[in-house]
């Protein structure tokens, strides 16, 4: 994107995944693993799953889209979903889906539970599909208190929009004494810095779609996109940015006192805050603390990019405030599962296979 720097390696976030004879990551691969975590606020776990284990996640994101009466999700790009550019969906509480998301929780027991207690729940399981066209996200923090993995079920290139990450700016306690005093204004500054030119990217790009044969604008998109009353965090909505209705990124978010430091203090920022774009290999899953600055951006290619995701609960929610940020599928609401209940299922699966 123009005018930002963004680095495609993700080396030092790096863990080989290997597995004891329990079906879990050996001490040293999760102890690797957490300090990851700990210190960047994400791993990157490569080869987590086996091709067969990522074959069928793909095929379970597959079936979820081609099913007419699928359950979008109610959070970020629902224009996008709308439009087809995505296909943010709750994957439905099936056995098969259920034993993927507990052998996940297994093979990540020693990582997660550092975050959660057994009885924290299961927030959703979602596939997370773009297609050519889709809107680059604005940089932002999920709901906190969360624990999220995207899992690749196939190749993903950068061109397919592989999630960037703005590794250590995750809340927790030590921020102050890691970044400094002003550590927090300077997340918000870098943020604000980001989303400027991601609306611009956004806006270019839609203009360009007008008469694109690749990626042709529907009937009504570019209105709902740019200038449309309805609420939607990630759209490029000049209508909602002028008003201050967006709670992501706004006018109200570039007082001239944040302007003036964006001008004095930018390539410093960019400096102190890199932000890194991940293109994971197929089997690879990528673990992270919900607050940190993240983003989706637009899919570049032809070829769809795919990933099996789910969060769970760091600490107690209420039903208001997991809805609000997350979309578990009707079946997930009727027969909630904790962390707790994923290794009792992943534990059971793997004595089945034993016998």
Same mark, same amino acid.
């Given at each position: 994107m123009d005018g930002l720097k963004v680095s495609g390696d993700t080396s030092a976030f790096e863990v080989a995944a290997v597995l004891d004879g329990a079906g879990r990551l050996t001490g040293a691969c999760a102890r690797a693993a957490l300090a990851s975590m700990e210190t960047h606020g994400l791993v990157i776990l490569t080869g987590l799953l086996s091709d067969a284990e990522a074959d069928l996640a793909a095929g379970l994101i597959r079936e979820t889209i081609d099913d007419s009466a699928r359950n979008r999700c109610a959070f970020a790009s629902q224009t996008d979903n709308r439009y087809r550019r995505r296909?943010?969906?709750?994957?439905?509480?099936?056995?098969?889906?259920?034993?993927?998301?507990?052998?996940?929780? +297994?093979? &990540?027991?020693?990582?997660?539970?550092?975050?959660?207690?057994?009885?924290?729940?299961?927030l959703e399981v979602t596939t997370l599909t773009s297609y050519a066209g889709s809107s680059h996200q604005y940089v932002h923090r999920d709901p906190s208190g969360v624990i999220s993995l995207f899992a690749a079920v196939e190749d993903v290139s950068a061109a397919q929009g592989g999630t960037v990450f703005v590794p250590g700016t995750q809340v927790f306690p030590g921020a102050a004494k890691k970044h400094g005093a002003a550590a927090e204004a300077q997340m918000e500054l870098i943020r604000a810095r980001w989303n400027v030119r991601i609306l611009a990217h956004n806006l270019k790009k839609l203009w360009a779609m007008r008469n694109s044969r690749e990626t042709p604008l529907a009937p009504g998109e570019f209105r709902d996109r740019v200038f449309s009353t309805h609420w939607d965090e990630h759209q490029p909505n000049l209508l +909602?940015? &002028?008003?201050?209705?967006n709670p992501v990124f706004s006018v109200r978010t570039l007082t001239p006192g944040t302007v003036w430091r964006l001008i004095r203090e930018g390539r410093a920022l960019d400096a102190r805050f890199p932000v890194v774009s991940t293109a994971p290999r197929k089997g690879t899953v990528i673990l992270y603390q919900s607050d940190m600055l993240h983003a989706g951006p637009d899919n570049r290619s032809p070829v769809p990019r795919r990933l099996f995701s789910m969060s769970i609960a760091r600490e107690a929610m209420d039903e208001k405030r997991w809805h609000a940020g997350y979309s578990p599928h009707p079946g997930l609401i009727e027969r909630p599962m904790s962390f707790g209940d994923l290794l009792k299922l992943g534990q059971a699966a793997e004595g089945a296979m034993a016998d």
């Open positions: 296909d943010f969906c709750s994957l439905p509480a099936t056995p098969a889906v259920m034993g993927l998301a507990a052998t996940l929780a +297994r093979r &990540l027991e020693e990582v997660i539970a550092h975050y959660c207690a057994p009885d924290h729940p299961l +909602r940015f &002028l008003i201050g209705k």
